[in-house]
Each structure stands twice: as C-alpha cells, then as structure tokens.
C-alpha cells in the first residue's frame, strides 16, 4: 500500500508559503523531494480539515488522504494538471471524488463508519512539532486569560463540551455572531506567534515515500 | 467564492464552527485550497481551537477569574514573581556595588592623576613627506602638539585623524586665542593598533570654508 508521509512523518514539517504554478508543479512531476514534501504537508492540513467534519473514523481520513495523494501523483505524472495555479482546486476536487467513492463503499460496509471514534491528534501540532506547540499553548492561554470569564466558558462549552451552538448562545444571551467574532478576535491575536513559528522552522528530512 | 467574500463573510469561522450550509462549504473548500492566506488563516483558526480545548480541559483554577483575580497574567509581568526578582535585585546589586567601589574609583584615580606618556609636534607650517615615529606601549595613548602658522587668514582650525585604513576616526575642532598657541591633541590608547596614522589640519574660512593646510603621518610602533 502506498504510504505517503504518514503523519506521523510530517511532525515538523515546514510549511512555507510557496507559489503553486508552473515550475512548482514542474518540480513536483520531476520528483523533487522538497517540493513533494511541502506539497503533502501543506495540504494534508487541509484535507484533514476538510474530512473531520465528514468522517468520524481517523483510519477512513487517512484512508482518503493516501488515496488523494495517490492519484494526484498520478495525474502528475501523466501531465494531466493543465492549470499550475489551480493545482489546490484539484487537489481539493480530487479528494471530493475519493470521499463520494468512500461515502459508497461505506454505505455497503458500515463497519467503518461505525468505529469507535478515538483521540485523533491534531495535524496541526503534529506539523509544528512539541516546542513549538509548547509556546502555542501558552500563548493561547494568554489570550484566554484575557477573556471575561463569560467567553471562556463560551468557548469551553462550544469546542469542549460540543453542545449544540444555537443551545449554547441562548444560555448566554449571545448570538451567532458574537461566537464568530469572539472567535475571530482570539484568532487575530494567536495568528502572529502561529506565522512567526511557521516561518522558523526549516524543513526536515523525512523518509521516501514508497512507491 | 472569492476571496474578498470569504473575508467578509467570516468565511473561516463559520468554517470551523460547522455553519455553512453545504452548497457554501463545498465553495469555501475549493476558495480554500486555492488561497494561502485563507488556508493560513483556517490553520491558525483551526490550532487555536484545538488548543483551546487542551487549555480549557485543564482544572478550572488554572484560569483565574479576570475581574476578582489579582494575580499578574503570564507575559512580561512574570518577571515580577518573587523568586526571579529575588535573583534579579541581587545580580544588579552585585553590578551596581562593583561599578561604584571598584571600575568608578579606578577611573577617576586614572582621570585625576597626571599621565606621562609619548608625544610627538606637528608644525602645520611644515610641508614634506616625513613621517613622526611614536613608540608607545600596547593601551598608552599619546599626544600630537599641533603648532599653528602664524596668521594665514583662516577663522578657526580643524584636525582629522585617519587611522592606518585610512579612515577618518576623529575630526575636532582646535581653538585657539592666539595662533601662535600650540594645541595637544591626545589620543586614547585603549585598543589602538600599530601603523600609520594620518593628522590632517584643516583651515576654516569666515565664510566658513575649509581648507587642507597640512598632512602629517604618524608611524605609531605600539611596544609590548
């Protein structure tokens, strides 16, 4: 089975801002082990985001991310992606393709969809590696400790306890968009440390991926 | 979706608070996957749930009540806590007490006391290529006792020293009350190096006008 930079290979991984056009996509067809590398990490990310709120077994969003990138590769290499700078569309059009085939054969066997759901370990701080998590973390903190009490608990009974959003904002006289700008705020003042540690960390070497 | 309208429309949030509808999330994921500042903004937005939920797990009395709670937030005011300012206070003491008992006492005995040292005389009036010799020791600094020309119709005077990489190192003025006046001009020993310096002695116009009048070398012989 193909085994593309599993994401325990992708723990501090460097994700810098790269242009996706021509020569990007050049190098990724020609096999370029950075390139590749930068492609899997940058949008293994956002397949994970992606496929969370659509899957709920860990093993299936793995499932669909090889199979993702398994025919991505593929496309590479038979010249199919036409558009360099809408390499991500494609990326994200193939993975629709493989999560409606994976949708299907779930419906046949159920067995997957009914797994027991397990602690599935942010991608997020896989990539930034634990130091970095570390200065994240406390920096989050920060802003929490920041916040009245009130938007604390907010938060805590939206993205810990997951209770029902329109529920929640009633028991605290808020709307929608007091969350979405509560969360809009916390993430502004957390965006700076997240893209200064972006941008400090080099890319690692990461095992070949087997083919 | 563009992006102007992903921003506008707190795209991201929603996102990740589950509140597009699908037909709005399948748009957002193609926008997404197209734009690196959307996908940054999603991936910071995304980390900082996620560790918000570390956070937010942890005990309650980890979080102090903002409006009832004292205590300094973590940051800058850490440095307050006891225990760091106790070894603080203690190291800027120690630097304190020996600046003021020990180097200040050192230089003011230096600054007070006479100095006997080399020294060499630059007649401005001279004109040629031969160069002073001054032998000094390794930190010694010495003296130039520039002599003036007689009257030659300039305001003032200025000296330019150039050090053996003939780069212009100081430039002051020389005042004098009568131009028959000389003038020392010292200079430092501490990390001076050998070679040949030059003194360059300039004359000031009323209308404020400079003009070389002369150029002196210095072979500076530093003695250990």
């Known amino acids: 089975m193909l085994n593309w930079l599993t994401l325990q290979h992708l723990r501090g991984r460097f994700l810098e801002l790269q242009s996706f ?17 930068h492609f899997v990490a940058y949008f293994s990310e956002l397949i994970q985001l992606k496929l969370r709120s659509r899957l709920h077994s860990p093993q299936a969003i793995e499932d669909v991310r090889q199979e993702t990138f398994t025919r991505v590769f593929a496309a590479l290499r038979s010249g199919k992606i036409r558009q360099p700078d809408r390499l991500g569309a494609f990326v994200n059009s193939m993975c629709n393709n493989v999560l409606l085939e994976q949708y299907r054969a779930s419906s ?25 998590a570390k200065q994240m973390a406390e920096k ?14 907010l938060l805590r009974e939206v993205f810990l306890e997951e209770r029902d959003k329109d529920e929640v904002c009633r028991d605290f006289g808020v709307d929608r968009d007091y969350l979405r700008v509560l969360l809009h705020r916390a993430k502004q003042s957390f965006k700076s440390l997240y893209l200064k540690n972006m941008a400090a960390r080099p890319p690692g070497v990461v095992a070949a991926a087997k083919l | 979706m563009d992006h102007d309208e992903a921003v506008r ?52 009395v980890a979080l ?4 009832t709670a004292p ?16 070894a603080v206070l203690a190291l800027l003491l120690a630097v ?22 080399p020294w060499a005389s630059v007649n401005v009036s001279t004109r040629g290529t031969t160069t002073t010799v001054i032998k000094a020791r390794r930190g010694e600094g010495f003296g130039l006792l520039v002599n003036l020309p007689p009257e030659e119709g300039f305001a003032s005077y200025a000296a330019d020293l150039y050090n053996p990489a003939q780069k212009l ?12 006046e000389g003038r020392q001009i010292y200079i430092p020993g501490r990390n001076r190096q050998p070679g040949t310096y030059a003194l360059v002695v300039r004359g000031i116009t009323t209308a404020g006008e400079s003009k070389e009048i002369s150029r002196h070398s210095i072979d500076l012989q530093i003695q250990n």
């Open chain 2, 9 to 60: 429309q707190k795209a991201t949030e929603k996102y990740l608070l589950g509140e597009l509808d699908p037909e709005l999330k399948d748009q957002f994921e193609e926008h997404l996957f197209d734009c690196q500042d959307c996908a940054l903004d999603v991936r910071a937005a995304a980390m900082f749930v996620e560790q918000t939920k570390v956070v937010l797990s942890e005990p309650i």
């Open chain 1, 108 to 132: 046949r066997d159920s067995s997957l969809e009914d797994e027991e759901q397990t602690d599935f370990p942010a991608l997020t701080v896989d990539v930034l590696g634990a130091i970095a």
């Open chain 2, 169 to 180: 190192e100081w430039s002051g003025p020389i005042s004098t009350a009568t131009s028959d």
């Open chain 1, 140 to 153: 989050i903190r920060e802003i929490l400790e920041e916040m009245p009490e009130r938007d604390r608990r």
């Open chain 1, 21 to 37: 056009d021509e020569s990007y996509v050049e190098r990724l067809s020609a096999g370029d082990f950075r390139t590749q590398e």
């Open chain 2, 96 to 117: 304190v007490g020996y600046q003021n008992f020990v180097t200040y006492p050192h230089l003011m005995r230096a600054a007070n006391q006479p100095q006997v040292g």
């Open chain 2, 71 to 86: 205590a300094p937030s973590a940051g800058w005011l850490a440095w307050l806590r006891p225990a760091f300012a106790v």
């Open chain 2, 64 to 67: 102090p009540e903002r409006a």
